[in-house]
């Protein structure tokens, strides 16, 4: 009842208030005018009559202000005052204004972006069944390099493990063509065992998986489709399960459908997944490692017991196996095998969020408080003048929340936009890059951490303030933020800020010469003029046939003989691209026999003549292979590289004409009737993968590739082109070509080897491009945060300039103690700020790791960079205090 | 205005008020004199008291207020006790009559 009728008078109150105002006047009129009537029916002159009546009353402006603030709804009307009072306050000083307000807008905005990828990366669950159940097993030979599973292998472990309810395996084939009426796409082909799905719980959204068995020879022509493929190539009908397909020349039967996010791996997206087809050496060879593990474990089965289950079993399968003894396995939980490497630099990435998040609410903070101690007068007036306590303080929040809330509001705008432009360039670079989205209860945090830190920052003063008699306020005039307790937080704050940018500086200098090394690292060849193209030839039309007489041999002729090109060439894994092909029982003929399996992998390629060409000028020693020489028939010859003979051959022995082994399981393309590889030449160094170092390498010629391995081998291949003007301006061309060798093949995109490398770095560049950013703001924050708080300290400090003018002070030296001042707080920031990232250097080590004798003088460069911007900084507002006149210095106070 | 009006009690004009206003309307004035003809002019109620009072207890809905003429002929604003207003003088004035009562006794006793 109480509410109601205090609603009906509040609503009154807020919207009829011109009515009620009037009323009030009405009713103290009336009332006036009544008591002056009793006066003159008493007999009092009208005159005085009047004046006693008014004087009885007392004063009508007070008794109306008491009423007023009796009403409902005052308080509300009092923050509407407030609120516009804080905007016009912004209107006012818009420099102000807009600092503290793109402050919080760059800070919540980048800390939200940034912790929303962090936490799809890291934290947000896999799109699995009980992942936690999950494992990839992660099997490593003897020498402790990756190592998978041959298929007997695998079937052993099967057999003889009792920790998984399921163990499958599965090879990424790469690409598959796909005959779609639309003409043939491209796809990405999956290869699993039978079990393959149930690893993974996710049951199909139309058909079905795998069946047991499948995986076997003359069943194994089925396939599941993703989502994406489905909803793409197939219209998203109910209709596709049942349906014939072609993909490389092969009929399938669509036999399912998995739901939308389904993947795996995880970042392999249009996929198709086919149950295994195997060659007869892939079937039988137990050295040959090709197929990855992942597993489900039993309920109440730890990761560590699954462990023990399969280094017995591995202890039995290597007893009498010299080539497979000594393996270890780790069982890597799903989320820690998807993640991998990036964990390190995201981390990483979260602490520079957090430096600038901490950097921008230290600059709010100090901008606000600087504020505050400047409206300590006006403050200190009101409250002479009868402005209540509390009245004041709401006005100071008021105010902040005014500049909090539109700060937010951007913050919350740049977020979306960030996280807008950071996918895309993360679709590329990480595994669930197309997944990120804006994470809210992130963006409320940020959002209550910067707004909590405005009105603390804005509360402070305003509280000390209202604490202080008007009266001490008022006359301490001059010296108005110069208390000694002041003056510390002050310098902690330049201190402080100075410190986390110079960390973040470091780091992102560092980056970006970690970035500029790999980038023009000893690579071993020139990218420039370099176009490459992925060729994958349809499996079961080439079954059988001569690949490189079909197929290889007519388009390396053909594209060699466009104009312009002036090599073309053939390998199976593109140099910085890929690596891991590789054979591990290397020895060398007239060397000390292998001691225990040899554990030091060399890397095997495959390449045309013509590939020597293309990365060109590497012959050191000997010959490189030719064609004309070397034939199918003749004597199996191969080509090492210098990193190859410094692991591998005795010093001072000279590599050109040794022998490589016959040690018999190895994929040296040794065989029955060429049992051994004679090398014939020696080439540079160039590197496999960027980020190693280059590893032993030996090449041989495609066309000794025996014709039974030949698809296995070279199914899968990169073609590579040196061209004389721009490469991409042989695309059309490359295209015609293919079509008129066999219009079959689906030809891809293809790239210049410029863009291979920037793909290869594409995290590496993300991560710069976020450091560096980073980086700048925190600079930019710094020097806006040290010249607010100089300036502000100068301005406080003016009267006593005056008084020192007065005295006689030079103005040099009032220039030169401000710098003298701020060099200070800026060495001692950066003193910190090299102790904090040497400090950090045990989180910063997984990404770019600090050498000091080469870093030394980068680092040295920035902090002085550093210093130098916080210098100019200062210069403004020191040349202001420097120009004070003493007398109106004096006068003005 | 002298030293021979006692100071209202804190709490009590509310009480004062609603009781004048039992018989029937008032206006401002009004409620004055007759809180001082029921007190035998022990109490005094100043407009600076009245006014906010008044406004308060018509905002909680225990008065209503129009605008009349009054007895001589004079436009006034009138206050009338709702039922709300009747259900709280009731309580008050229990309350009243206990706190009374227990003061009585309280300074009665040796």
Known sequence: MVLWSRLKSLFRNLFHRRAVEEDLDDEVRTYVEMLAAENEAAGVAPVEARRRALAEFGGAEHLKQTVREKRTGTMLESIGQDLRLGVRQLFKSPGFGVTVIATLALSIGITTAVFSVLYAMLVRPLPYRDVSQIVALDTRSAGGGSQAASYPEYLDWRRMSHSFSALAGYKLAGTVGLESTSGPVVLRE???????????????????????????????????????????????????????????????????????????????????????????????????????????????????????????????????????????????????????????????????????????????????????????????????????????????????????????????????????????????????????GVNLPTLAAALAISVAVTVIAALIPGLRLSGTSPTLALKAGGSAGSSRGQNRLRTGFVVTQVALALALLLVSGLLLHMLQGLRSTQLGFSADRMLTVEVNLPRGRYQGRDVLADFYNPLVDKIGALPGVRAVGLIQMLPVQGWGWNSEHIHIMGTPPLKSPRTDPAEVRFVSAGYYQVFEDRLVEGRLQDPSIDRPTTRLVTVVNEAFVKKFIPAGRDPVGMEIG???????????????????????????????????????????????????????????????????????????????????????????????????????????????????????????????????????????????????????????????????????????????????????????????????????????????????????????????????????? | MGSSHTNILQGTLDLLILKALRPGELHGLGVSRRIEQMTHGTFQVKPGSLFPALHRMEENGWLASYWGESENNRRAKFYRLTKVGERQLGEETQQWQKIALAMTNALKST
């Open chain 1, 190 to 436: 999956v290869q699993g065992t039978d079990n393959f799905f149930d690893v993974f719980g996710v049951n199909p959204i139309i058909g079905r998986t795998f069946a047991a068995g499948e995986d076997a020879d003359g069943k194994n022509d089925v396939v599941v489709l993703s989502y994406e493929v489905w909803r793409q190539d197939f219209g998203g009908s109910d209709s596709a399960v049942g349906q014939q397909v072609k993909m490389d020349g092969s009929e399938y039967t669509v036999i399912g459908v998995m739901p939308a996010g389904f993947r795996f791996p995880i970042n392999v997206a249009n996929a198709v997944y086919i149950p295994l087809h195997l060659s007869m050496s892939q079937r039988q060879n137990r050295g040959n490692h090709w197929l990855y593990t992942v597993a489900r474990l039993k309920s109440a089965v730890l990761p560590k017991q699954a462990e023990a289950d399969l280094t017995t079993i591995f202890a039995a399968l290597g007893k009498g196996d010299t080539f497979n003894a000594g393996r270890t396995v780790a069982a890597v939980d799903l989320t820690t095998f998807t993640v991998g490497s990036s964990a390190g630099s995201l981390w990483l990435l979260l602490y520079a969020v957090g430096a600038v998040l901490a950097i921008g609410c230290v600059n709010v903070a100090g901008l606000l408080l600087a504020r505050g101690v400047k409206r300590e007068r006006e403050m200190a007036l009101r409250s002479a003048i009868g402005a209540p306590r509390l009245r004041i303080v709401r006005q100071l929040v008021t105010e902040a929340v005014v500049f909090a809330v539109v700060g937010a509001a951007g913050g919350v705008v740049l977020a979306f936009g960030l996280l807008r432009v950071i996918r895309l360039l993360l679709i590329a670079a990480l595994s669930r890059g197309a997944e990120v």
């Open chain 1, 662 to 893: 016959d040690d018999g399981q190895t994929d040296t393309l040794a065989s029955q009737q060429n049992p051994r590889a004679l090398i014939v030449g020696v080439v540079k160094n160039l590197r496999q993968t960027i980020y190693q170092p280059p590893m032993p390498e030996m090449d041989y010629l495609i066309a000794q590739v025996p014709e039974k391995e030949s698809l296995n081998a070279l199914g899968s291949m990169h073609l590579v082109m040196r061209t004389a003007v721009d490469p991409t301006s042989f695309v059309p061309a490359l295209r015609r070509v293919f079509h008129e060798v066999d219009q079959t093949v689906p030809m891809q995109e293809p790239v210049t080897m410029q863009q291979v490398i920037a793909d290869v770095l594409t995290f590496e560049r993300l991560e710069n491009w976020l450091f560096g950013a980073f980086a700048a703001m925190a600079v930019i924050l710094a020097i806006v945060g040290l010249y607010g708080l100089i300036t502000h300290e100068v301005e406080l400090s003016t009267r006593e300039i005056g008084i020192r003018l007065a005295l006689g002070a030079s103005r040099s030296k009032i220039f030169l103690g401000i710098f003298r001042r701020v060099g200070w707080m800026l060495a001692a920031g950066i003193a910190i700020g090299l102790l904090v990232t040497t400090a950090a250097q045990r989180f910063i080590g997984a990404v770019v790791a600090i050498e000091i004798q080469k870093d030394g003088l980068l680092m040295a460069a920035l902090a002085a960079a550093l210093l130098g911007i916080g210098f100019a900084a200062t210069l403004l507002p020191a040349r202001r205090a420097a120009s004070v006149e003493p007398m109106e210095a004096l006068r003005d106070e």
